[in-house]
């Protein structure tokens, strides 16, 4: 793609999000057809959407269940950024409004050290995990602005991953004794329970989400750095929260997160 059409792209994606307009796919000219250019489009998503004083704080990992890489037909998984705006502590309340979509999705968060520095023949869950401060309960709001999510890969990444909101509980730092492949998912909607998981559910295990991105992001001329919060892909079903709804996600020894929509 030229210049002039990534821009383009962004822009047409920037005003679906403003709009909540809903479109069948991007115009022919502005769809990405490589990796390449589909990150380069959503960098200006993610500049487009930043506000005064807002920032980037880290990453999230889309299409790291087998379930989700076959309905988009791609054999990895894609990753977004997180945004200050856009981040929320647990208890939080968002305006149902906001979205055209409220896909919610238990996962598994990261916080980082250190920096992840190259590693020869790439990162594995050990070296990864040498990095990281802390393991956090999340929800992550997925917000889509095609007529099905389903799209393409593409396209998804372009917009940002199909990213809405980042809600996360409290850090827990003493973590490594923990299997978190294992540890169960529990999600509430208004008290009743409504779907369950487990860590491995993403790639095997939440750190293999880890090692690919810190591997991944370096071909994109990006890199995880020590502070970065990183969310790690769906651990149970999804579903579609509606307005009234209190959502709660309850980690095996991690704790738990709550959002409400008004």
């Known amino acids: 793609m030229t210049p002039d059409a990534i821009a383009a792209a962004a822009d047409e994606l920037l005003d679906m999000r403003a709009t909540h307009r809903v479109e069948v796919d991007l115009p022919e ?146 973590w490594r004794s923990l299997d978190l492949a294992a540890a169960g998912v529990t999600v509430r909607v208004n008290g009743e329970t409504v779907t369950t998981g487990s860590g491995a559910a993403v790639l095997g295990h939440p750190l293999t989400v880890m090692a690919w991105l810190a591997d991944e992001l370096p071909r994109f001329d990006l890199q995880l750095r020590a502070g970065n919060v990183v969310t790690t892909g769906v651990t149970t079903d999804v579903f579609e929260a509606s307005a009234g709804d209190e959502i709660e996600a309850v980690f095996d020894a991690i704790g738990a997160v709550s959002v409400r929509f008004d």
């Open 29 to 174: 000219r502005l769809r990405p057809t490589n990796l390449d250019d589909a990150y380069a489009i959503q960098r200006l998503v993610v500049a487009g959407l930043m506000p005064v004083g807002g920032r980037r704080i880290g990453y999230k990992a889309a299409c790291t269940s087998p379930i989700a890489q076959a309905a988009l037909e791609v054999d990895g998984p894609l990753f977004g950024q997180l945004m200050s705006h856009s981040s929320r502590q647990s208890g939080s309340s968002l305006a149902a409004n906001d979205f055209v979509h409220r896909v919610i999705e238990a996962e598994f968060a990261f916080r980082m050290g250190a920096d992840a520095s190259p590693q020869a023949g790439g990162h594995t869950i050990e070296s990864i995990a040498t990095c990281i401060d802390a393991v956090l309960p999340a929800i992550e709001v997925v917000d889509y602005h095609y007529t099905a999510w389903t799209i393409g890969a593409l396209q998804v990444a372009a917009d940002n991953a199909i990213h809405g909101a980042w809600v996360c509980g409290e850090p827990v730092t003493d």
